[in-house]
């Protein structure tokens, strides 16, 4: 990973504005590759540069995760923190989402939900983007409503919860969408839709 070199400021001619997209996870950053490939004039970065992640909200470990990295490398960055919300399970496993994901998996979810009918199965991804420059901290959020599938489905594509979760108004889920498809309507894409317009005003 070469090391940041600074930028030249962001309205200067045609100058390409860098962003660091702080991550380790490669299908968030095929994704919003994909979700920010119509924009012009920006190029997004990967950094892999851990920050700690502290227990709180998604907005609250955004937040200090964008100016953790802001710090370090004093280039504009971006961060994400997202998760998977479950509301008959009161929104778990929501902020553990990793963590769950890594332990009893999607069949411990689906095990948590065994005999809730289609009413009882609502659920949603909320992803929370914190983009940081040195004018500090902005937040964009973007969610997606759906249900929790009865089984397992996947194409192959997607990562984590998408192979349980079907999107509002949809059959298939997530993991059964290739990842363009997913792309239109997810949580990430909101989210990134709203930092679009955002980076139109600076
Ligand atoms: P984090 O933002 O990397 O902390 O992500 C939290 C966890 O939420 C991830 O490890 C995944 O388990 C889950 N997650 C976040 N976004 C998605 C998604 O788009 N699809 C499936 N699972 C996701």
Redesign the pocket.
């Known amino acids: 990973m070469p090391y940041p070199t600074k930028n030249k400021g962001f309205n200067e001619g045609n100058f390409m504005r860098k962003i660091y997209f702080a991550?380790g996870?490669l299908?968030?950053v095929k994704?919003l590759n994909i979700i920010l490939s119509d924009i012009n004039n920006i190029s997004i970065e990967q950094i892999n540069l851990p920050y700690p992640?502290i227990q709180g909200t998604?907005e609250e470990?955004s937040v200090f995760g964008a100016k953790y990295v802001h710090k370090k490398i004093n280039e504009p960055v971006i961060v994400?923190?997202?998760?998977?919300f479950v509301e008959t399970l009161k929104g778990f496993p929501g902020t553990y989402?990793?963590y769950?994901?890594e332990t009893i998996g999607n069949k411990g979810i689906l095990k948590l939900l065994e005999g809730k009918g289609g009413n009882h199965r609502g659920a949603y991804?909320k992803?929370v983007i914190g983009y940081c420059d040195e004018n500090g901290v902005k937040l964009f959020k973007g969610v997606v409503n759906g249900r929790v599938s009865h089984d397992i489905r996947s194409k192959g594509h997607?990562?984590?919860?998408?192979s349980i979760?079907i999107p509002e108004g949809e059959e298939k889920t997530?993991a059964e969408m290739d990842i363009k498809e997913?792309s239109k309507i997810?949580?990430?894409k909101r989210a990134l839709d709203n930092f679009k317009e955002f980076l139109k005003t600076i």
């Open positions: 991550t996870n299908n968030k994704e992640e998604l470990v994400e923190d997202s998760g998977f989402s990793r769950v994901q991804f992803s997607g990562f984590a919860y998408d979760f997530f997913k997810s949580h990430r």
